[in-house]
């Protein structure tokens, strides 16, 4: 089946005021599109590998897709994996919004508080050169770990499991914060769905 785009689980302008509505529009309805539009294209060739989820073309290295579309699957199925988890992670319920369980009690035993935590997030994001992301990931032996990706890589390529991820494509944020990458994050946290963080962060202990 051709890979398609998932439903916007809100409305544009509803991560106002701190990620505005044209934005959303733009980098959901033109970014997110063109990366399942060229992850599909690079796939009629190969049209078994329809049959594969996204997350499973993208484990191993890539070790299921062949060498000839490798680059444009690493980049346009990491592009889409990436962003489908990123709406996700993302609400404007208030509820939703709240630091708590296990995740929360998780984060604060290997980073100390949620401040500490979000420094070092935050710091790793700030420290991404160019376009990328900034992770918080579940790694092999289940430890929580803060790690950045260039380009559209995503952590599944390297066995590990993305639990929330900011995304420091310039798209991302420049219509309304400019160059201003620190004040996108700043906001972005306002934005978080921890709900949804711990659901996925439960999951990934099974
Ligand atoms: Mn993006």
Known sequence: MKHELPKLPYGYDSLEPYLDAKTMEIHYNKHHQAYIDNLNKALEKHSKLFEKKVEELLVNGLEAVP?????????????????SLFWQIMTPDIRAR???GEIADAIKDKFGDLDKFKEQFSAS????????WA?????QNKE?????????????MEGKIPLLGVDVWEHAYYL?????????IREWWSVVNWKKVN???MDSLK
Not at 126 to 132: A, D, I, L, N
Not at 135 to 139: D, P, R, S, V
Not at 144 to 156: A, G, V
């Open 135 to 139: 992770w918080l990931i579940i790694n």
């Open 144 to 156: 929580l770990e803060i790690i950045s990706t260039p380009n559209q890589d995503s952590p599944l």
């Open 125 to 132: 994001a700030m420290g991404r050169f160019g376009s990328g």
């Open 176 to 184: 309304k914060y400019q160059n201003k990458r620190a004040d996108y």
């Open 67 to 83: 060498e000839e579309i490798k680059l444009i699957v690493r980049n346009h199925g990491g592009g889409h994996v990436n962003h």
């Open 98 to 100: 709240e630091f708590k």
């Open 199 to 201: 659901e996925i962060y």
